[in-house]
């Protein structure tokens, strides 16, 4: 499988800034749940290490990445924002074609730092903790209104 499956009611594709890296994670989509925003992503081909399941790097990188998206989001206009401390714990795995949603609960919103948790979940399975502190910076005009 290397094409996404169907993606789940209420989810679109996420418009990121034009980041290399991250452009290779996707496509990531995401859903409004209250004043909430949940990520979407489904498992492919390319998101597998060898042992066929998604590889722990790629899950954390999503994590990370929907951190740093929700805690941008959060401001207005949106603002750019870098990790500084993450922190994650593997609880299961996920597995090509599983759809993974991270949600995230921010903690504290400062002027300079926000400090956040992140779950990704498959289905009402917990396959992943992340928690994580990140910083405001000023545009470098590199970047796109949420990089992580």
């Not at 929700?70 to 714990?89: E, F, G, K, W």
Request: glycine share 10%; proline share 7%; charged share 20%.
């Amino acid at each position: 499988m290397s094409e996404p499956l169907d993606i789940p009611q209420g989810f679109k594709a996420l418009r990121r800034g034009s980041s290399p890296f991250l452009s290779s994670l996707g496509p990531l989509y995401a859903r409004k749940d209250g004043e909430n925003l949940v990520i979407g992503l489904r498992i492919v081909e390319k998101h597998l290490n060898t042992r066929g399941v998604a590889h722990g790097g790629m899950l954390v990188t999503l994590a990370d990445s929907a951190l740093g998206i929700v805690i941008a989001s959060m401001r207005d206009p949106p603002q750019p924002m870098v990790t500084i401390n993450l922190t994650t714990d593997f609880a299961d795995a996920a597995r090509e074609g599983d759809w993974v949603e991270a949600r995230v609960d921010v903690q504290k919103l400062g002027r300079r730092l926000a400090f956040a948790n992140c779950h990704l979940w498959v289905g009402e399975k917990r396959i992943l903790r992340a928690s994580g502190i990140f910083a405001h910076v000023p545009p470098s005009g590199h970047e796109g209104p949420f990089e992580g």
